[in-house]
């Protein structure tokens, strides 16, 4: 079985989804999210599978998020009603995996950002391995922290949320399994057998094949910048977090903090302000499917925005990282303005 840049395969009682775009980084594109999902659709009535991997090409990629490219040239177009279909494919992928009836083992060797990160989030098992690099980098073209990142980021301390979401910063195995990201690490040269252990095994022994061959991830390198984070993310006000890290580049030589500063200087204010607004709901958005009905209403306005545009074109197709956002400073992001990106009104239901 084998559609365009997926692969659906059974072994025994295993069925194998292989994410097979090697060039794009296995981002998933809207007919990869709709075959992933009418497949889990097959498999969960299948008594003889018993469980899912899922897996990228290549060790360089597990997925690199959404296909932000082709979502750029749909809203470039105008073509908005094509990108309310493409957001409904790929978050409709997201809760087939999530609500997939037996488990789903993802195995998020390499590059895990974005949509890639969700996908891997709504697994029943999520393995990292030391090349994995976690992110969610969306502010950085105007979008925001989706796929469901509201509720997995949002289980973390509210600083750390708050670094990881506004800034994009990338990530590690010991810190994705500090974060409760991740279920193990293996080393990336052990995936390959792995996922063979875990295609030849019955469902019931899929934890202990797991046990056998997690690795020490070492220390997770945050736990040396808890006080910076902590400092930094406090309060309501991204744009005094901005101010308080650039005092700590200025008058301790914290590059730590100059980091900080530079993204949260850099990026998307709305995005920002948009996904601080999400971690801050807290328990309005009760679980993973709540989240992506939320981010399907969330990301069909903010693609309508001409930021959306223009960060895709300073990112990824000009690669000058020179945007100019609209409005332009975090001070410029008025509750008014976030009130009518998070109003549902007329716009349709994910499920």
Known sequence: ?????????????????????????????????????????????????????????????????????????????????SMKIHFRAEYGAHLAVHDFPKPVISLADGITMGGGAGLMQCSSHAIVSDKTRFAMPESAIGLFPDAGASVFLGRCRRPTALFLGLTGHIIGAADCLMLGLAAAMVPADSMASLREALLTCDSADIDSIIDGARADPGVPALQAHRATIDHVFAGQDIAAMRDRAGDLARLKGDSFAEAIHAALSTKCPMSMHVFARLVDMGTEIVDIPAALALDYHLAIRMTERPDFREGVRAVLIDKTNDAVWQPARLEDVSSSMLDAVFDPTGLPALR
């Open 1 to 81: 079985m084998q559609q365009d840049h997926i692969q659906f395969s059974t072994h025994g009682r295993a069925g194998l989804v292989l994410l097979d775009r090697p060039r794009a980084l296995n981002a998933l594109s809207a007919d990869m999210a709709v075959a992933l999902r009418r497949q889990l659709d097959i498999w969960a009535a299948d008594s003889g599978i018993g469980h899912v991997v899922m897996a990228g090409s290549e060790p360089r990629a597990f997925c690199a998020g959404g296909d932000v490219r082709d979502l750029h040239d749909i809203a470039a177009r105008g073509e908005f009603d």
